[in-house]
């Protein structure tokens, strides 16, 4: 086993943006950058591609590097044994039952002591992302730099053995940020809201030309004259892509149409391959379900389906913040979405958006879309200003150099 040092995406300057987000605020991130030049940070999650932290960790760290910080991002390693175990700790936390034998905790402390025993920690500022890599906190030293616990998950209503378990871990971090005001628990320690964020100039959100968007219809076997509805996600039971095949069906009564599952795996969920089997048996042989497993360098393919998608579905049954939301409402789409999670902060009822409880609402909403085309655009347009304003990539640089200014200057 070994510690991967990850690399991140291509770099994109600061000037960039200045078309999207405006001068000032490019101008206020540079004035921040400036006062960190040099300061050290560590990333560590437990992925370098698949799922959302990835694909903001990806992007936000070269942004970071060019105001001149120095910036490290770690992937912690294990085994199969290991991420089994992180990901009952993912669905407990989600609210699941936790159904693993006592051992796992054992499991799931000794991977954390041999990367912690592989790594180096001398950064100022340590951000440690999600349960994975919790325990690493053991490495901190006394005097030694600013921890910091940034959780992706919905803790609303975590199982209580797992929490019980992670708790006095999180309690050591100089503070905790997470997604969603929801999600904050009683700790002793200081706890911010960090929204998650997309890249409008990513492979995954940047304009796309008429020309690759139909290549790419054509590739999958989709038809453009009919409409398309979408839910782009991990195969994983979580994100219900079962529930989103039913709500098809029913809408498939109604008008003709076509629904596309897009997913991959991600390198920590060992669930990915049962749950493709179970949409496959779901969906039997009906030509206008298109199951896609994608590989992790498909982000031009997913901009372009997202695109060409009349409605964007996701259908959680749990979620951390959903991206896959933020990249539709970017692309002007209208979204279905369930009412769980952080996706409330994105999807405003009748105003970025439509949110379902159920397979039928889902359903329901969907036949609304398709037969209210201009309130559907209008969604699509309310959405785009929405994430203009709070979920891009511009605004979480920004806070997080606030964070570490605040931190450095309050050793
Ligand atoms: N994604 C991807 N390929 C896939 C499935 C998802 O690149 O096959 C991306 C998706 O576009 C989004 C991220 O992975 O950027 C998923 O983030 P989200 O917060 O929606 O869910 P998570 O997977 O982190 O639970």
């Not at 991990?234 to 009564?253: H, M």
Request: negative net charge.
């Amino acid at each position: 086993m070994s510690v991967a040092a990850a690399a991140p995406a291509k770099l994109v300057r600061l000037d960039n943006y200045i078309p999207v987000v405006g001068e000032a605020e490019v101008a206020e991130i540079r004035a921040l950058g400036e006062r960190l030049t040099g300061r050290t940070v560590q990333m560590v999650n437990s992925t370098s591609v698949g799922g959302g932290v990835a694909e903001i960790l990806n992007r936000v760290i070269p942004l970071l590097e060019e105001l001149g910080l120095a910036v490290r991002w770690d992937v912690i390693t294990g085994g199969d044994d290991f991420f089994a175990v992180t990901k009952g700790f993912h669905n407990a936390l989600h609210g699941g039952a936790w159904e693993m034998p006592p051992e796992s905790f054992n499991v799931f402390l000794a991977y954390n002591e041999q990367n912690r025993a592989r790594m180096r920690f001398d950064s100022e500022v340590v951000i440690i992302h999600d349960p994975q890599p919790i325990a690493l906190i053991n490495a901190r030293e006394a005097q030694s730099g600013h921890w910091i616990w940034r959780c992706h998950i919905d803790l609303s209503h975590p199982n209580e053995t797992v929490w019980k378990f992670l708790e006095p871990f999180v309690r050591r971090y100089d503070c905790a940020l997470f997604s969603s005001p929801e999600f904050s628990r009683q700790l002793p320690i200081p706890q911010y809201l960090f929204y998650p964020s997309i890249d409008p100039l990513s492979e995954k959100n940047r304009e796309l030309d008429e020309e690759y968007i139909r290549s790419t219809l054509e590739r999958f076997s989709l038809d453009p004259k009919r409409p398309i509805l979408t839910q782009i996600s991990r195969f994983d039971r979580l994100k219900d892509p079962v529930g989103v095949l039913r709500a098809y069906q029913i809408v498939r009564r109604y008008f003709d149409c076509q629904l596309v599952l897009a997913g991959g795996g991600a390198a920590d969920d060992p669930e990915g391959g049962v749950v493709l089997d179970e949409i496959r048996k779901t969906a039997a042989d009906d030509p206008d379900v298109h199951i896609l497993d994608l590989p992790p360098w498909s982000a031009l393919e997913i901009n372009a389906l997202q695109r060409a998608s009349t409605i964007i579905i996701q259908k959680s049954l749990r979620e951390g913040f959903g991206l896959t939301v933020t990249e539709a409402l970017w692309k002007k789409k209208p979204v279905v979405a369930s009412a769980v999670g952080g996706i409330p902060s994105q999807v405003i009822h009748k105003h970025t958006g439509l949110l379902a409880h159920s397979v039928e609402g889902t359903a329901y909403q969907i036949r609304f879309l398709l037969s209210n085309p201009a309130i559907a655009e209008k969604l699509g347009e309310q959405g785009h200003e929405h994430v203009r304003e709070q979920f891009l990539i511009t605004g979480t640089a920004k806070r997080a150099l606030t964070l570490f200014l605040y931190l450095l200057n309050h050793s």
